[in-house]
């Protein structure tokens, strides 16, 4: 069952320590802090939808790049061996160590893939002046998703091993190592500008009746 | 005006962690559904301490055999020998490796086994009703869940290690049953984090700013 929305949409409550506040219009660059406990509860990005939009293609192209190709290769008395990203969750696969290659697989693959194609559909979705419901319902599962996106562990992770290796072979890292580089900071980009609450005041609601009774007038001047 | 505050709890409100809407659910419920994002809402994460606990437990159970069983075992033609995490590390040491060698240390035995003493005393101070020091526990939780995702560094070294080392007969490197636990650490630990509701450690304070008022 749906609540009922509050006539005054300003009013919010501190994520952390559940203060009730009035949140002020915020400036492009201005934060809000809690009056309480000081985190803070929200940034206003200045134009964050056509800077994160842009991050995100750039975002796309790497990711698939960086799966194409090979990440890291080994030359030992005149034998060579490469891996790929995916490669490495295959091998444990096939070694029998299948819960711990799911894990690597979701982790290094599936998760960093499904944050920037569901970031990619909130972005475009976003462009028009009232999103549909599908934006709201991948913002709400892009949370969830981020958590578990791991590429800058995994690139730390992959350092360690080729060093590693390095003390009895010669290990040639591969192009996608460099890419995956790049797209950890493009990700972090992506995570500073982007301004979910933006969205959320525009977005078309789930329980679109009690929409109506909420304060009108934004829906003007939006 | 008076200091005291009031909380979104006191008023009967439910505030959504996912879009930051509040809303106010029908009458004596104590669930509902955010009508902006669609969200299950409730007063605060719903057993967030029992569910905590769950996996904490869980987790420090799976923390020895991760420590005490090997995580990658190497074979050459001098035979088969077997690594734990700890070895691992020092195997790693040397005059220009050390860096590595702490980042492993940090990530794969500190970090993990920090998460759980300070989730332990953050779950302990919140059933104690304590008051003290809630901005410094508040952030304490900041770290644990920002910090937790690092701790899967070492799956991902064994991980590219084995499926890179494939050099028969010369030399191969496979996974041992170390890692399964490990990796159980890390997405254990993890989950504790999201179970716990940091809003705990502000409740008994709000509810005496309210006695005082």
């Given at each position: 069952m749906y609540n009922q929305p509050l006539p005054d949409p300003s009013l919010v409550a501190c994520p952390h320590c559940d203060t009730l506040q009035r949140m002020p219009d915020l400036s492009p660059g201005e934060s809000a802090r809690c009056t309480r406990c000081d985190e803070e509860l929200r940034r206003h990005h200045k134009d964050s939808l056509q800077r994160t939009l842009a991050l995100t293609l750039a975002a796309s192209i790497l990711y698939i790049v960086a799966n194409a190709v090979p990440m890291l290769g080994l030359q030992v008395v005149g034998r060579q061996a490469f891996t790929t990203v995916i490669g490495g969750a295959e091998h444990l696969w096939n070694a029998g160590w299948q819960s711990v290659g799911i894990l690597v697989l979701f982790t290094a693959v599936v998760a960093p893939g499904l944050q920037i194609g569901f970031m990619l559909a909130i972005l475009i979705g976003s462009l028009r002046k009232r999103p549909p419901r599908w934006v709201g319902t991948f913002l709400r599962y892009y949370r969830k998703i981020t958590t578990w996106s791991m590429i800058e562990v995994m690139i730390l992770g992959v350092l360690v091993a080729l060093i590693k290796i390095a003390d009895y072979a010669k290990v040639v890292p591969g192009i996608s190592l460099y890419v995956l580089g790049a797209l950890i900071f493009i990700i972090a980009a992506i995570e500073s500008s982007f301004d979910p609450q933006d969205i959320w005041e525009r977005v078309k609601w789930a329980d679109a009746p009690s929409r109506r009774a909420v304060n009108p007038i934004t829906e003007v001047t939006r | 005006m008076s200091a005291a505050v009031s909380t979104a709890l006191q008023q009967g409100l439910h505030s959504c962690r996912t879009c930051g809407l509040l809303s106010r659910p029908a009458h004596g419920e104590v669930e509902g559904r955010c009508p902006r994002c669609d969200e299950a809402l409730a007063f605060?994460?719903?057993?967030a301490l029992q569910r905590t606990w769950a996996f904490l437990i869980a987790a420090a159970v799976c923390y020895i055999p991760a420590n005490v069983l090997p995580v990658l075992t190497t074979t050459t033609a001098a035979g088969a020998e077997s690594d734990t995490i700890l070895q691992g590390v020092i195997l790693l040491w040397s005059p220009t490796g050390w860096p590595l060698s702490l980042i492993v240390l940090i990530a794969s035995i500190m970090i993990p086994i920090g998460k759980i003493i300070a989730l332990a005393f953050l779950l302990i101070s919140v059933q104690q009703g304590s008051i003290k020091s809630n901005e410094q526990r508040v952030r304490l939780y900041g770290m644990v869940e920002f910090i937790g995702r690092w701790s899967m560094v070492d799956v991902f070294v064994d991980t590219y290690t084995a499926s890179l080392v494939q050099l028969q007969p010369l030399m191969a490197v496979e996974p041992s049953a170390g890692l399964v636990f490990f990796a159980a650490v890390v997405v254990l630990t993890m989950l504790a984090a999201q179970s716990f509701d940091p809003r705990l450690i502000w409740d008994p304070e709000s509810e005496q700013e309210v006695r005082h008022a």
């Open positions: - | 605060r994460k719903p057993a």
